[in-house]
C-alpha cells in the first residue's frame, strides 16, 4: 500500500505516538479536575504539550494555548467568537468549508462578507484583498496553504497588512502546522488554528487554538472547567473560557510525542523531503498525456499536494482505479474546497489529490508515475 493522503490525515507517524497514548491510559485522569495522582499526571502531560505548541507557534505562553477536536472546532470557536451582525469580514477562495460555512452561518445574521479571488493557478490576489478591507471590517480570515492545489499564501504580508489597520488576522493552519515555520508574532497572527493529526502527526480528534495575549473570545461552548465552579459564567481566562468539559487528555499525550519528535528531527528536514518528493512527481506527472495539473509549481517552496485529473475522467474513479489495481490511497472529488474548485473549472470532475509525508519514498513516486502512465492510457 501507497498512502498519498497526508493532507487529510497522517497515517504513519511516530512509534512513540501510539506509545504515548497507551502510557496515558494507563496513567491519567481527568485532569485539572483533582489533585491526587491521577489528575496530576493528567494535567503534567496536557501542559506540557501546551508549552510545546506556544514554543512551536511563537504563541506567547502555555496559557494562550486552547485544546480542540480539530482545526473545524477552532476555526468555529474563532469566527463564531470574534464576529458579530453589522461588522464586515473578509476571506479567500482558498478556503476549507470549515471556513466558509461558519461564515455563511453568520452572513445570514446579518455579517457583511467578502470573499477575494486567485488567478489561473488559483494564486491569491493580494491586491484585491488588501482592496477589500472597509471601514467596519472587523477580520481576515484566510488558510496559510490550499489543501487542494498546495498553494502557499504569504502570511506575514497579509498579517502586517491587518497588523497596520487594526484588523483581526485569524489564519487556517490546517495544512502547514508542522510543515512550515509560523510565528504569531513575527506574522502578526492574532489567532491560529489548527488540527494535530496532519502535518503534525498526531492522534485524530486533536487541535487547537492559539489566542494572542490580549484578545477575548466569546467561547463557543459553555461548562465544567474544573475552578470557579460556583459562577454562573465559563472562567474568563485562558485557556479554561476555550475548553469547556473534559480535555482528550489521551490523544493530547499523543500530540505531545508527536511534537518532540518534530521538534528532535527537524521540522526544516521534514519539510524539505516533503518539498523533494512533491517535485518528483510534478516532473514526471506532467510528462504524461492529458494529465492536468492544478496550482503553482514555479516555486517548489510550497505544500506538499499534487492535484491532478487525467483527462475527463472523474476524479473519484481514477483514485478507485489507483487503489483495486496499484495499491495506491489517494483522494478524488471536492475535497471541502467548492470556490477553489469553481476558480479551477472543476466543480464536475472534481480532482485526484495526491499529498506527501516525509515517511513516503521516492521508489513509491516513481511507482505512482508509472500507475498513472498505464492509467491514462486505459481511460484515454
Known amino acids: 500500500m501507497i498512502y498519498f493522503d497526508s493532507a487529510a490525515s497522517s497515517f504513519r507517524r511516530p512509534k512513540a505516538v501510539g506509545q504515548a497514548v497507551l502510557r496515558a491510559m494507563d496513567t491519567m485522569g481527568n485532569g485539572y479536575r483533582g489533585t491526587h495522582g491521577a489528575a496530576l499526571a493528567s494535567a503534567r502531560v496536557i501542559h506540557g504539550t501546551r508549552e510545546l505548541l506556544s514554543e512551536l507557534f511563537n504563541a506567547g505562553g502555555a496559557d494562550r494555548v486552547a485544546f480542540t477536536a ?168 485562558m485557556p479554561a473560557v476555550l475548553e469547556a468539559g473534559t480535555l482528550n487528555g489521551h490523544g493530547i499525550a499523543g500530540l505531545g510525542a508527536a511534537l518532540e519528535y518534530i521538534r528532535d528531527t527537524g521540522m526544516d528536514k521534514i519539510r524539505l523531503k516533503e518539498q523533494r518528493l512533491t517535485k518528483e512527481f510534478y516532473l514526471g506527472a506532467r510528462e504524461i498525456p492529458g494529465i492536468r495539473i492544478y496550482g503553482d509549481f514555479s516555486d517548489f517552496g510550497r505544500a506538499p499536494t499534487a492535484a491532478f485529473n487525467l483527462g475527463e475522467a472523474d476524479s473519484g474513479e481514477v483514485c478507485m482505479r489507483l487503489e483495486s489495481d496499484y495499491g495506491i490511497y489517494s483522494r478524488g472529488g471536492a475535497h471541502c474546497a467548492p470556490l477553489m474548485h469553481r476558480a479551477l473549472g472543476t466543480e464536475n470532475q472534481g480532482a485526484v489529490r495526491f499529498s506527501f509525508s516525509h515517511y513516503n519514498t521516492l521508489s513509491e513516486i516513481r511507482a505512482s508515475l508509472e500507475a498513472l502512465k498505464e492509467l491514462a492510457c486505459a481511460l484515454s
Open 70 to 237: 480539530n482545526a473545524t472546532a477552532s476555526l468555529n470557536m474563532a469566527i463564531k467568537g470574534l464576529l458579530s451582525p453589522g461588522e464586515h469580514a473578509v476571506t479567500t477562495v482558498l478556503e476549507h468549508n470549515s471556513v466558509l460555512r461558519p461564515l455563511y452561518e453568520l452572513e445570514a445574521r446579518g455579517l457583511e462578507l467578502t470573499i477575494v479571488g486567485c488567478d489561473e493557478k488559483g494564486r491569491l490576489l493580494y491586491d484585491a484583498l488588501e482592496s477589500a478591507v472597509k471601514e467596519n471590517t472587523r477580520a481576515v480570515i484566510c488558510t496559510h496553504a490550499s489543501n487542494l492545489t498546495g498553494n502557499v499564501t504569504d502570511i506575514r504580508r497579509i498579517g502586517s497588512s491587518c497588523r497596520e489597520r487594526g484588523i483581526l488576522f485569524i489564519v487556517d493552519a490546517a495544512q502547514t502546522a508542522g510543515i512550515f515555520p509560523i510565528d504569531m508574532e513575527r506574522d502578526r497572527i492574532d489567532v491560529l488554528c489548527f488540527s494535530g493529526h496532519k502535518g503534525l502527526m498526531g492522534p485524530q480528534g486533536t487541535g487547537a487554538i492559539c489566542v494572542r495575549r490580549g484578545l477575548e473570545i466569546r467561547p463557543l461552548m459553555t461548562g465544567g472547567s474544573g475552578f470557579k465552579s460556583f459562577s454562573k459564567t465559563q472562567p474568563e481566562e
